[in-house]
């Protein structure tokens, strides 16, 4: 089965500095990554996605990641945050041997300070 | 096209009683996922539906059931509700035809249960 890490339930960044989310997982086939983001009272918004391919993954709202097999790792990061950024993001892997259910990380909670 | 629709979005129950959550895909997704999220949890998968029939099932017990209509929409059931289950209801839906396929979320139901 899959697994995912996210370092960091709450990260509080200044409004234009650099975002980092960390993101570990556990595979033992070559995995599908994915980032979410989640509003509050809302349902989960996707970010981006890796299948297969490059590994820098550009996604919406300024957002990007890169997959790095040797550290089994896909940090979501964003070169300037914005006050709408505030949210909370979710890591998640699926891969062909598990039907490709979906392995959530426990969330990382963002603060953007003015 | 339009988004995954949930309904109910609220909803309040007492302990025993049971509940019926729907969920409609976007058009032309075959495969409906539903996720139970709670803040001690994080985001569980209960069970996934493709094509009517379930694909993959997660670790709850018999109490949570689901079923998939012709039309690709997709029931939740709970019965015999207890205070923990409580909780935000995710439902996703994909093509589910390939791997690596996203999932696209609903906006949830809030179950309260007292």
């Known amino acids: 089965a899959q697994s995912v890490t996210q370092l960091g339930s709450h990260v509080s960044v200044s409004e234009g500095a650099l975002v980092l989310l960390r993101c570990n997982y556990s595979?033992?086939?070559?995995?599908?990554l994915f980032w979410y983001v989640q509003y509050p009272n809302q349902g989960l918004q996707l970010l981006l996605k890796?299948?297969?391919?490059?590994?820098l993954v550009k996604g919406i709202n300024g957002f990007e990641a890169e997959f790095k097999k040797s550290e089994t790792s896909f940090h979501l990061t964003k070169p300037s945050a914005h006050m709408s950024d505030a949210a909370e993001y979710f890591c998640?892997?699926?891969?062909?041997?598990?039907?490709?259910?979906?392995?959530f990380g426990t969330g990382t909670s963002l603060t953007v300070i003015p | 096209k339009a988004g995954v629709t949930q309904t109910p979005r609220y909803l309040i129950k007492t302990r025993g009683q049971q509940v019926t959550l729907s969920c409609s895909p976007i058009?032309?997704?075959?495969?409906v996922s539903w996720y139970q999220q709670t803040p001690g949890q994080g985001l569980q998968f209960l069970f996934e539906?493709?094509?009517?029939?379930?694909?993959n099932k997660g670790n709850f017990p018999g109490r949570f059931s689901g079923r998939q209509f012709s039309n690709s929409r997709s029931e939740m059931n709970v019965s015999t509700l207890e205070l923990g289950d409580s909780a935000l209801y995710l439902c996703?839906?994909?093509?589910?035809?390939?791997?690596?396929?996203?999932?696209?979320f609903g906006p949830g139901t809030r179950l309260t249960v007292t």
């Open positions: 890796y299948t297969t391919g490059a590994t």
């Open positions: 998640a892997v699926s891969a062909a041997n598990t039907g490709n259910q979906f392995y």
């Open positions: 595979s033992s086939v070559p995995p599908y």
């Open positions: 058009s032309g997704h075959r495969s």
């Open positions: 996703a839906s994909s093509s589910g035809q390939t791997v690596g396929y996203e999932q696209y």
């Open positions: 539906y493709f094509s009517e029939t379930q694909r």
